[in-house]
């Protein structure tokens, strides 16, 4: 019983952590935290690969994630520091001339120091504020900053967007006149969805065009956007989202997310690949967006259709824009039967149409398909991950997948609780390094 208690990352009770990390400020700059704001991680039901696509994405935040304490400086600069074992490395100062895209691109630090995901998210914020007056931050702005976080890192359960999310509304409150008019917890009640969907865009920018990620927008919304109890079904053709209740699953059921301890890094190429491919696919079909390419409630015939359409159009060619067609069409493949999946999974949670039983095991049908396209048409799973779906589908859980990007991270798992202590029996023994978090579906980013 004891081990099986040790493989479970817990999220930690918040006030605790948040007095741990105020105090732990104290030290280590000399003055008070002015406060603490958290962004959660997040679990993805389905919709990986295809947010860039302008697909629906089926996200849940987690009850782990970031916590940031800061307090404001008047010199613009930043001074950082991570208490992940793993990263920490002192505090960071960054100056103003340090901050955005082009001084990323200048290539002083191209080692992908994590301190660019904040100060990307400050320079973000900046540019947001140039449109939206209330947003405007202080021209002399800077801010003092200590991060923890109870997510895995690299995990594939976002911890990147959760920093991001959380540095933020850090910046907001101490930096702009929509944080001066609403301090501490007014915050939260006074940021309207738009307002949310406008910082999570400005995150987006961050991870793109600072840190140099290729990230669609699934990981920033459900950070910023998600509700406790429900899925965000996320559309990303015009990031409209419709929170759908996650009751009818979770009935008789638990949704576990497995962190493999293999961690990824999302700025490395080949999730770049992998996008690159399924983009050559997208123009040699004539489309701006994939997403375009199935109707608005697509099968499996109309994935076909569009298969066929690629075949008939690459039957000439040796490479596409100088990549592999066979590559790029497994990545097609993926893409539009993640996608229709996505739209199978929207519509089994917005209905009342089904038994328990059902829904669950059609779900948990989906889940496994899905992580089959990870594995053989986007080709981004890896060998501990396809071993713990396997394992979970022997121990009776109705359904599993990889989440994230690939190339590391974490799956998520459908199963009843009777199920739980063997599987957890069996995980451990395939990896020390696995550890298991419950999948609670909680609140978005917020002021504590
Ligand atoms: P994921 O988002 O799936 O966890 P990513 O590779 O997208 O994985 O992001 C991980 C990176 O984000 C880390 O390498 C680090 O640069 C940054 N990061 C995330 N959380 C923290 C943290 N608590 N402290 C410092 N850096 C962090
Ligand atoms: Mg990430």
Redesign the pocket.
């Known amino acids: 019983m004891r081990t099986t208690d040790a493989v479970w990352l817990a999220p930690g009770e918040p006030q605790e952590i948040q007095s741990d990390l105020v105090s732990r400020f104290q030290q280590e700059y000399g003055r008070a935290a002015s406060g603490t704001w958290f962004a959660p991680g997040r679990a993805n039901l389905n919709g990986e690969h295809i947010d860039f696509h302008a697909g629906r994405c089926l996200p849940m935040a987690l009850a782990h994630g ?1 916590y940031v304490a800061a307090a404001p400086r008047t010199d613009g600069q930043l001074r950082l520091r ?1 208490l ?1 074992a793993s ?1 920490d490395d002192g505090i960071t100062t960054v100056t103003p001339d340090q901050i955005g895209p082009a001084a990323a691109a200048s290539g002083q630090d191209v080692s ?1 120091h ?1 301190s660019h ?1 904040v100060s990307g998210v400050l320079w973000a914020l900046r540019e947001l504020g140039r449109s939206q007056p209330a947003f405007a931050v202080d021209a002399d702005f800077g801010a003092d900053l200590l ?3 109870t ?13 991001e999310c959380a540095s933020i509304l850090a910046f907001l409150a101490l930096g702009t006149p929509f944080g001066q008019d609403n301090p501490l917890q007014d915050l939260n009640a006074a940021l309207t969805r738009e307002n949310r969907k406008d910082l999570a865009a400005a995150c987006v920018r961050a991870e793109v065009e600072v840190v140099g ?1 290729g990230t669609g927008g699934l ?1 920033q919304t459900a950070a910023m956007r998600a509700r406790p109890g429900k899925v965000l079904s996320l559309d990303c053709r015009d990031f409209s989202v419709t929170p759908l209740d996650i009751g009818c699953i979770l009935r008789g059921y638990r949704l576990i997310a497995v962190d493999t301890g293999e961690a ?4 490395d190429g080949q999730f770049g690949d992998r996008r690159a491919d399924a983009e050559a696919a997208t123009r040699l079909l004539g489309l701006d967006r994939l997403r375009d390419a199935l109707p608005e409630q697509p099968r499996k015939a109309d994935v076909s259709h569009v298969l066929e359409e690629f075949d008939r159009l690459a039957e000439q060619l040796e490479t596409l824009d100088g990549r592999s067609v066979e590559a790029c069409r497994r990545r097609l493949h993926h893409a539009l039967t993640e996608m229709v999946r996505s739209e199978k999974l929207h519509h089994l949670l917005s209905g009342e149409a089904y038994g328990v039983r059902h829904i669950a095991s059609t779900v948990g049908d989906i889940l496994t398909a899905g992580h089959m396209s990870m594995r053989d048409d986007a080709e981004v799973s890896f060998d501990i991950a396809d071993l713990v779906v396997e394992t979970a589908l022997a121990q009776g859980a109705e359904g599993a997948r990889l989440i ?1 990007g690939g190339f590391g ?1 974490s799956v998520l798992v459908l199963i009843t609780p009777a199920a739980i202590p063997k599987l957890t029996a069996a995980l451990e023994r395939i990896s020390r390094r696995i550890r298991l978090l419950d999948v609670a579906p909680s609140a978005a980013a917020q002021a504590l």
């Open positions: 970031t991570t992940d990263l992908g994590w995901y991060v923890v976080s997510l895995p890192i690299g995990g594939g359960l976002s911890s990147s967007a959760a920093l990620a990981d990824h890094r999302l700025a994230g991270g």
